[in-house]
C-alpha cells in the first residue's frame, strides 16, 4: 500500500506564489510518475503536471509558465511551485501516484487527501 500525504495549500492573492508538496511512502516502484491534479467545485478533477521517475515534465496549458513539478526521489516526493496565481487556479489539490513493478504490470494508482488553494484578494 501507497500513502501520500500533501502540504502547502491556503490562501493567497492574485499574483502570489504558493509550493505544494507531497510525501509518499509505501511499496513505490522504481517505475512511477507523480503529479498534481485539481477539482474546482463543480468542475471534473484534471491534470496539472506530472513528472516521471525519469523523464520530463508535463504540464496543463493553462499553468505553463507559470507553475514549476518537481521532485526529490530519495525522499518520494514531489513539489509544485505555483507562481503568478489567478483566481482560477483556485481548486482542491490532488497529489497523484502511478507506479507498476515492470514495463508489462497493471499500474496501481494512489491519491492524496487535497489540499485546497484559494486565490481572491
Known amino acids: 500500500q501507497v500513502q501520500l500525504v500533501e502540504s502547502g495549500g491556503g490562501l493567497v492573492q492574485p499574483g502570489g506564489s504558493l509550493r505544494l508538496s507531497c510525501a509518499a511512502s509505501g511499496r513505490i516502484f522504481i517505475d512511477n510518475s507523480m503529479g498534481w491534479y485539481r477539482q474546482a467545485p463543480g468542475k471534473e478533477r484534471d491534470l496539472v503536471a506530472v513528472?516521471?521517475?525519469?523523464?520530463?515534465?508535463n504540464y496543463a496549458d493553462s499553468v505553463k509558465g507559470r507553475f514549476n513539478i518537481s521532485r526529490d526521489n530519495a525522499k518520494n516526493t514531489v513539489y509544485l511551485q505555483m507562481n503568478a496565481l489567478k483566481p482560477e487556479d483556485t481548486a482542491v489539490y490532488y497529489c497523484?501516484?502511478?507506479?507498476?513493478?515492470?514495463?508489462?504490470?497493471?499500474?496501481?494508482?494512489?491519491w492524496g487527501q487535497g489540499t485546497q488553494v484559494t486565490v481572491s484578494a
Open positions: 513528472i516521471p521517475s525519469g523523464g520530463l515534465p
Open positions: 497523484n501516484l502511478v507506479t507498476r513493478p515492470t514495463a508489462y504490470s497493471i499500474s496501481n494508482t494512489y
